[in-house]
């Protein structure tokens, strides 16, 4: 099973689960409970949330597909984010601690700050250690972050603790390769791509498609275990369905060869020069 190592030198699986849009309608809610189970049952033990999603409610489904059972959440590793207008010193402290109570755990393995926004990264650190010192948090880091925040992060008094960057990143968008993943690697620094199959879209992509044909493979898994291939590289696909969830997780097995991985950057050209960094 692959994994990431984080600065700290904890172990996590490579492949996590995606929360965007879970939490969105009640009637949906036990399905997506079951689907986050079932994907800590195959491995994907990372799950990412954010206090952003569903207004607060998809960390509110995560926290009840953890409580099924104690020992579901030493199982599970949980990322959620910091909203940026939240992310002054003492607000980023009180939004975490009522993510937490959605969340029902005492602790947040990873908290990112969503993306950057008005108050300055000094501050933001500054929460994320006190945090940390309680024990609410045990990990942070930052999203959506280009080289040249990262730069300005690395700076700020504790900057250098920051644990993983989670941008956009997958087969179809691979403008980080020329500058921020290089970046991030000679820093010790983790990366998350979130979309990992740009929300489905890139399944439907006639030479991914062609290829997964000739391999005997399905699309989605490729996509996810060619991120997964690369040292220090997560993926956090989204899924409520068990056959999706149960394809996706035939990524964290498969072992792309390097004809196909030269296949793969045919299909989908690396960048030949600097690009600005794209959001969802
Ligand atoms: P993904 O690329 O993970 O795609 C999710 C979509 O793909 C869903 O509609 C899902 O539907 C479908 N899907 C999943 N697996 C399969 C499969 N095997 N076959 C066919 N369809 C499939 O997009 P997301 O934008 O959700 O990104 C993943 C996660 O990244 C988010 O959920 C969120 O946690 C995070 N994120 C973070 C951002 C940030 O700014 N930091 C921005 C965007 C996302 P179904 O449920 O029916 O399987």
Known sequence: MKTVRLPSGELVSALGQGTWFMGEQSSAQPQEIAALQLGLDLGMTLIDTAEMYADGRAEVVVGKALSDRPSRRDAAF??????????????????????????????????????????PLAETVQAFEALKSAGKIRDWGVSNLDVKAMTELWQVPGGQAVAANQVLYNLGRRGVEWDLLPWLHRHGVATMAYSPIEQARLLRHKGLQSFAIRHGLRPAPVALAWLIAQTGVMAIPKSASEQHLRENAQALHMQLTPDQLAELDQLFAPPRGPQALEVL
Do not use: F, M
């Open 78 to 119: 949980v990322v959620s984010k910091v909203y940026p207008h939240n992310a002054s010193r003492s607000g980023t402290i009180t939004a975490c601690e009522r993510s937490l109570k959605r969340l029902q755990t005492d602790r947040i393995d990873l908290y990112l700050l969503h993306w950057r926004g008005q108050h």
